[in-house]
Every structure is written in structure tokens, then in C-alpha cells.
């Protein structure tokens, strides 16, 4: 196999994308690959179905997509297996990811009228004789770049939403999970015949970046922090607007009050699902020092108790460079005097990656300042909770975090620089469709789910309507030196006081 043929390595080839399983290698599908000239095509049929989509209304989109929503339930099995096959993902996994693709779908189509319709806003005494009015208008056409590490929630966490919304959407699809992207087009295109509503275009990164320059008019964009700052720079060009949400290394901290054991199952949950490859992944702990060594004994005996292989509970590494940033890490933490106490420099196995555990990495390392992406974990003792919130703050990444406690779990969570967080659980948040999802600093900005997530795929249009004849004539050239001491003499009373 050549170097170019590597398992799970994407190729054009023939005017066509190859796919193939990181695990056997085997061909997955060949969708074709689009030129600059396709994109384009794409996006000014996506502009006149948008048209038709807006047209519709909140009522008749919501039953389009749930439409939508029932034919991804009734074939979840299918999709798993296709997720499985393509990116490697265990099949259990992927059916959690399907299953809240679909629960945010439910909700964007059910909640889009409430929080986009049109409504009537209360206006102030100075201007009491107009009436306010507030909606949300679709953009138009959203392009959406996808990731390959989840490829059915996060595209979806974005595209569902813009579609409730009324924009017409144009997937590209990660790379590596192209065959995936183009499932969730084709559904859709089976419940929306009429237009080309929801529409996906294929390749590598020239494809994004085409997509970027296409006059879509918002870029929703999911990946790692450097191709964010290249999504951001492009779009600048034509000031279409992004949302991004880019790379993380959220950390859990564990309190001297945590249920240990709880503590421990969902670290290992939160770091290793996946095989690592999760943007809101636990890659570091701070466990307070008088439960450290219990602790990191309990993540030890519960992580090394996974499998690895094709079938097991931690499946490959997808992206087949990642391999090398994975080994560098954890040879880097050893080399500045970390200790594996489970995995270390032998797990890194191509393609896979054994569950490893570092404790005693200075802060400064490659494996604690740097996103993995990998089954690795890094467990640092600190003094107490003050300590463990400065060192997750230090980071200029701000995505999501983790807190074990009783008493003060809630305050320290509070105190994360992070878009969310998550108290006596890990990533539960991304699932939880009434809350907005996003980080801050290097992790983007912008929101996907609940209402800020409907709210990011619209523009808000405000209106005034006059109801009476102005009492307090100001925004006219007919007013008199009267009408503006009167209302010196408003201002006075309304505002003078100070309180």
C-alpha cells in the first residue's frame, strides 16, 4: 500500500472521492468530487429552493423535518453500521450520536415558531406612540462544514437548525466521512423532493474553502482552531458572517467531596468515547490532593478494562495523521517526567491507540496545552479547587469542562472559562437540545442548539409602526423650542434620579 493509499487516508482520484475504512482500508464509497464551478452550481440552486423553503412557513417546514426526523430513526441501525464502517466509530456510539441528531431535529422544527416568529415588542414612554415589532429572518443559503469526528450530530446540530429557520443549506462533509454526509442528503432528499433544500458538496480542504468564496451568506464551520482562523480569513474577503466552532481541551476537575466512583466512570467516558476524537473530550483532570491517588486507582482499573479493535470499545484512530500527534504527546510527557499508569509510548499501535493514563505531565507539556485527540488522558494533582481553576483557565481553549463535587461544584463550574459546562456528569451537554452549544477564545464563537442556535441561522428584523400622534414631538424639524424643553424636563424626571 502506498503511502497515498494509507487506510482511512481520503484521495481524489478520477474526478471522484475515495473513501475508506481506517480500520481495514476497505472502500466505503466514491462520491464526486466537486470543482469550484460545482460549489458554485450548488449554491445558486440551493439560493432559488431557498426561496420556496422560506415560502413554506414554520408549520409546513416543521412537518417536512420531522419527516425527516422519522426516516433517520427507523433506519438508525443502518446509519450506525455506515459510521462504523467509515470512520470507525463503534456501532453503540454511533447510535447515541444518531439518537441526538434526531432529538435536535425534533426540536428545531418544534420550537423554530417560538423563538423566530413574529412578535410584538414593548416600547418606552419617549416613544410610546409607535408600536415595536421584532422577527427573525432567514439568511438565505448556510453553507455547513462538517467534521469527521462526530458526522451526523454536529453537521446536524447546524444544519437542522438553519433549515427550521428557513435557509437552505449546502453540507461539505468532511473528508474522511463523505459517505456519511451524503446518507443524511439523500434522506432528506426523500422527504423534501421538490427542491434541492439540502445539498452536499464533495472534496478536500479546496472545497471548504470554495465554499467559502461561494455567496452563501452565513458559514457554519466545525473543525480545529487552525482551519477556523483559515474559514474566518476567507470569509472576511466578502464579510459573510461565521459561526465557528473550533478545537478544545476541556478539563474535569474532581473536588474532596466527589463520588469518586462516579467521578471515575464518566471520566473515562468523557475521555476515551470515541477513541479521544471528541472537540469536548476530558483530555485533563485535577483532582484535589486528598483524593488523587484513589481517584486516578479508579480511572486506571475502570479504562483498563476496555477493548481495542474493530469491534470493540475503542476503535480507530480515523484521521491516520493524528497517530503521530497522539505518539509525540505522550512521548513528550514522558520524556519531561510524567508517568504512564496505564498505556504510555507502547500503546500508540496504528490505527489504534490504547486507553493511556498520565499523572505527574508538567502544565507546560505538548499533552496538556495541546488538543490530543486521542484515548490519552492526563490526571495532575492540586492543592485545592482555587488551584485546579486557574490551571483549566490557563489555556487560551474554552469549550466545554467538567466538575465533580458536592458543596462547591456548581461554583467552580461557574467559574470555568468555558461555554459550557457540565456538574457531576461529562459532555452531556451537547445532547441537551434546549441549551446552546459553543465555546469561547480558541474553542470560536457562535452558538448551535436551543434558541441561541435557531437565533444564529436568522437575521433579526425590527420594525416600528406609529399608533397616535407624538406627545413628545423629537425626530421631526417641525418641532418647536416648547416641545424641546418639554422634553429636557422628560429627561429630567425619568432619569435625573440616579437610581
Known amino acids: 500500500m502506498t503511502a497515498a493509499r494509507v487506510a482511512g487516508t481520503p484521495i481524489v482520484e478520477d474526478g471522484l472521492l475515495i473513501s475508506t475504512s481506517p480500520a481495514t482500508g476497505a472502500e466505503v464509497g466514491r462520491p464526486a468530487a466537486a470543482s469550484a464551478e460545482d460549489v458554485a452550481r450548488a449554491v445558486a440552486r440551493a439560493r432559488e429552493a431557498a426561496a420556496w423553503w422560506a415560502g413554506l412557513g414554520f408549520a409546513r417546514r416543521r412537518e417536512r423535518l420531522l419527516r425527516w426526523r422519522g426516516a433517520i430513526a427507523r433506519r438508525i441501525e443502518e446509519l450506525a453500521e455506515l459510521m462504523h464502517a467509515e470512520g ?20 428545531a422544527a418544534r420550537n423554530a415558531p417560538r ?7 414593548r416600547s418606552r414612554l419617549i416613544l410610546a406612540e409607535f408600536s415595536g415589532h421584532l422577527e ?26 438553519a433549515l427550521a429557520a428557513g435557509n437552505a443549506v449546502v453540507l461539505k462533509p468532511s473528508e474522511y466521512t463523505p459517505v456519511v454526509g451524503q446518507w443524511l442528503v439523500d434522506t432528506f432528499a426523500e422527504v423534501v423532493p421538490e427542491h434541492p433544500v439540502f445539498t452536499a458538496v464533495h ?23 487552525a482551519t477556523a482562523r483559515k474559514v474566518m480569513a476567507e470569509c472576511a474577503r466578502s464579510l459573510t458572517p461565521v459561526l465557528l ?13 466527589a463520588d469518586l466512583d462516579a467521578a471515575a466512570e464518566a471520566c473515562v467516558w468523557g475521555a476515551l468515547t470515541n477513541a479521544g476524537q471528541t472537540c469536548i473530550g476530558i483530555e485533563r483532570v485535577y483532582a484535589v490532593e486528598p483524593v488523587f491517588d484513589a481517584f486516578v486507582g479508579k480511572v486506571v482499573e475502570k479504562a483498563g478494562r476496555l477493548t481495542v479493535g474493530a469491534d470493540g470499545d475503542i476503535g480507530p484512530i480515523t484521521m491516520p495523521a493524528q497517530v503521530d500527534v497522539i505518539r509525540r504527546h ?13 498505556g504510555g509510548a507502547d500503546a500508540v499501535q496504528p490505527p489504534y491507540v490504547h486507553p493511556t493514563v498520565l499523572v505527574d505531565v508538567p502544565e507546560d507539556s505538548a499533552a496538556v496545552r495541546e488538543e490530543t485527540f486521542g484515548p490519552t488522558l492526563t490526571v495532575n494533582r492540586v492543592r485545592d479547587a482555587d488551584e485546579a481553576v486557574a490551571r483549566v483557565n490557563a489555556l487560551p481553549y474554552g469549550l466545554g469542562g467538567s466538575v465533580f463535587g458536592r458543596r462547591r461544584a456548581v461554583s467552580i463550574a461557574r467559574r470555568l472559562r468555558s461555554g459550557m459546562a457540565a456538574v457531576n456528569s461529562t459532555l452531556t451537554f451537547v445532547g441537551m437540545s434546549t ?3 459553543g465555546g469561547v477564545g480558541d474553542s470560536g464563537f457562535g452558538r448551535i442548539h436551543g434558541d441561541d442556535g435557531l437565533r444564529e441561522f436568522a437575521r433579526s428584523k425590527a420594525t416600528t409602526r406609529r399608533r397616535a400622534r407624538s406627545l413628545l414631538p423629537a425626530m421631526t424639524f417641525e418641532r418647536t423650542p416648547a416641545d424641546v424643553a418639554r422634553l429636557v424636563k422628560v429627561a429630567k424626571l425619568l432619569y435625573g434620579r440616579g437610581r
Open 330 to 342: 505522550i512521548d513528550d510527557a514522558l520524556a519531561r517526567g510524567g508517568r504512564a499508569v496505564l
Open 435 to 437: 441549551l446552546p452549544f
Open 136 to 161: 427573525y429572518q432567514p439568511y438565505g443559503v448556510v453553507g455547513v462544514i462538517g467534521p469527521w469526528n462526530y458526522p451526523v450530530v454536529t453537521p446536524v446540530g447546524s444544519s437542522a437548525y
Open 88 to 107: 470507525g466509530k463503534p456501532v453503540a456510539d454511533a447510535i447515541v450520536e444518531v439518537l441526538s441528531a434526531v432529538e435536535h431535529i425534533d426540536w
Open 245 to 257: 466552532e473550533a478545537g478544545g481541551k476541556d478539563a474535569m476537575i474532581v473536588d474532596s467531596d
Open 115 to 121: 423563538v423566530l416568529g413574529p412578535r410584538r415588542v
Open 203 to 225: 472534496g478536500l480542504g479546496d472545497v471548504g474553502a470554495a465554499l467559502c468564496r461561494s455567496g452563501v451568506d452565513k458559514v457554519a464551520f466545525t473543525g480545529s482552531t
